[in-house]
């Protein structure tokens, strides 16, 4: 055999051996052939799917923390659902300040769990903390929330945390009564509203992640059956989809209407009740170390919007007050962070008055 022929065989060989090893690596890592959901994403294709109650949808369309589930893991909300006291026992000598959000302001990941920067102002200052976090949920449900409990509670300040990376919408959807807005299932959480389609039931959203979204179940042409043989192909078509991804959320953040809708509709509830109203941004990790003039100039249909934009409160972020992905939320540095900084805030806004 020459040396030109055995070059080419090694390299071959090389190529072969490379491939297997990654995709050996890849398989035993959890990423089956097929698989074309982002990495961040905690999902997975199950033999049998049931769902887990922990929140429930109330006969107003409010996401509401389940109080039976709650007390089993020893998690203390209020008969409404809220992880906050009871209303009726609010002490109304004291200023009051109404905090409404998703998994960030729930305290998802801080540890221990009243870590949160929430529970943290609750401890340290002499103000009444009304936490309304709830997992997951977006600006329609802090719409509905300002709507029911602005006027009910009559909160001194009401803070709404905004989490840019998912609560820029890029569909609307309706509220419906007694229905969920995510499936929490054994598969992963699965939300009912995707790609602007909506879903009734688990297994219809369940359905469609698998055999449509995220999994290569169908391959339309011989690339794509070939590709849905290897874990390492999937991974590498996977890209393409990542990518279009990223496009769709930067047209969003240029036209932000649908996501303006709601928080316009927050800031007109603020008015009419004589409310005090801040919007906290909360920057996905990935774009935490940019500069706040970055951030406003990438982001500038929402935060610059001529309703919207003397309502942001923003801070100075790091990569560091969160934590690893998949998770990405607050760590206990950043809810301290945003603690100290809406501590701040609070001092020179009362100090005004």
Not at 134 to 139: E, F, K, L
Request: contains cysteine; glycine residues 4%; aromatic residues 14%.
């Amino acid at each position: 055999m020459s040396e030109k022929k055995k070059r080419i065989l090694f390299q071959l060989s090389f190529l072969l051996i490379s491939f297997l090893s990654i995709e050996f690596i890849l398989r035993a890592k959890g990423y089956a052939p097929g698989d074309l959901k982002p990495n961040w994403m905690n999902f997975k294709p199950v033999d049998s799917l049931y769902t887990i109650s922990d929140f429930v949808t109330n006969s107003e369309g409010i996401l509401v923390a389940n109080v039976s589930r709650m007390k089993l893991q020893q998690i203390a909300v209020n008969n409404e659902g809220f992880r906050t006291k009871e209303f009726s026992e609010i002490d109304t000598t004291k200023k009051k300040l109404l905090f409404i959000g998703d998994s960030f302001t729930w305290g998802l990941s801080a540890h221990p769990f009243d870590s949160c920067f929430a529970d943290i102002l609750q401890r340290e200052t002499n103000f009444e903390i009304i936490n309304l976090g709830i997992p997951a949920t977006d600006p329609p449900q802090y719409f509905e929330l300002a709507k029911k409990y602005v006027p009910l509670l009559k909160p001194d300040f009401v803070f709404i945390a905004f989490f840019m990376d998912n609560d820029l919408m890029r569909f609307d959807r309706k509220i419906f009564a007694n229905e969920p807005l995510y499936f929490l299932t054994n598969a992963g959480a699965i939300l009912a509203d995707i790609d602007g389609r909506h879903f009734h039931t688990a297994p219809q959203a369940y359905n469609y992640c698998v055999n449509e979204r995220y999994f290569l179940r169908h391959p339309k042409n011989f690339l794509e059956k070939l590709i849905s043989k290897s874990a390492l192909l999937s991974r590498l078509y996977s890209v393409k989809f990542r990518i279009d991804e990223k496009l769709q959320f930067m047209r969003t953040a240029k036209d932000s209407h649908i996501t303006k809708k709601y928080l316009r509709g927050i800031n007109r509830i603020a008015e009419e009740n004589k409310v005090l109203l801040k919007f906290v941004l909360i920057p996905a990790r990935n774009e935490a170390d940019f500069s706040l003039e970055k951030y406003r100039t990438r982001y500038a249909d929402l935060l610059n919007d001529d309703v919207l934009e003397t309502s942001w409160l923003t801070f100075q972020n790091c990569s560091s007050n969160f934590t690893e992905y998949p998770d990405a939320h607050l760590n206990n540095r950043g809810h301290r962070v945003y603690a100290d900084s809406i501590k701040q805030f609070l001092k020179t806004q009362f100090e005004k008055q």
